[in-house]
């Protein structure tokens, strides 16, 4: 096979999927910090340093997520119904995402989409690392709260699973991790939309 055949066959390739292989060592990097986080020190979830280049990007993730977690306690207590008000931070910080990718998938916009789907993941992992915690409550809570304020230690003890908090930690855990392929795996998806699309055209 000669140079100008390789070019042919690889540039295709990488102009759809070099946000997937970007993708691929973003995720190894958030898997492997909350994968620690829940099996060895759920102290790493905020002292864990990341390689120079990315702690960057994870910065501005964690502190976006975290504001809007927060903002969602506030949303869902207008509500009134305390569950929810607990429930609504990490339910505020999972629907953001959720609702961008549902929009940017619609609109075509793979990259955004590959993005929001990769923030969702992310969101998962954390939550899943904050559910660990549940029984212990050893992470810092914003604003210096009462260890009461854990909300995993709330929204387990009200559906009385409390005792059950790592299996509900790695289940989430499983499910960002689920969603973080997606997200790289996404262009092919596309790809295959876009064939079936073609297909019906010629008929």
């Known amino acids: 096979m000669d140079i100008s055949t390789l070019k042919e066959k690889a540039l295709p390739f990488l102009k759809t999927y070099w946000f997937s292989?970007?993708?691929?060592?973003w995720s190894w990097f958030i898997v492997k910090q909350f994968y620690m986080t829940i099996e060895y020190n759920i102290l790493l979830a905020v002292s864990y340093k990341h390689v120079f280049g990315f702690s960057m990007i994870y910065f501005v993730m964690d502190n976006l997520t975290l504001?809007?977690?927060?903002?969602?306690?506030t949303i869902f207590g207008l509500f009134g119904w305390r569950f929810l008000t607990v429930l609504g931070g990490t339910l505020l910080q999972m629907l953001i995402p959720f609702l961008i990718f549902i929009f940017s998938w619609k609109s075509r916009r793979i990259i955004t989409s590959q993005v929001s789907l990769y923030w969702l993941g992310f969101s998962w992992l954390d939550s899943a690392a904050y559910c660990a915690d549940?029984?212990?409550?050893?992470?810092?809570?914003?604003g210096n709260l009462p260890k009461s304020s854990h909300d995993f230690l709330n929204i387990l003890s009200d559906m009385n699973i409390l005792n059950h908090y790592m299996t509900v930690a790695w289940i989430m855990f499983s499910i960002g991790f689920m969603i973080l392929l997606s997200g790289i795996l996404l262009p092919l998806f596309r790809t295959?939309?876009?064939?079936?699309i073609d297909l019906d055209l010629k008929l």
């Open 67 to 73: 504001i809007i977690h927060e903002a969602g306690h």
């Open 134 to 142: 549940a029984y212990t409550q050893d992470l810092p809570l914003i």
């Open 192 to 196: 295959q939309q876009t064939k079936y």
């Open 21 to 25: 292989i970007i993708l691929i060592f």
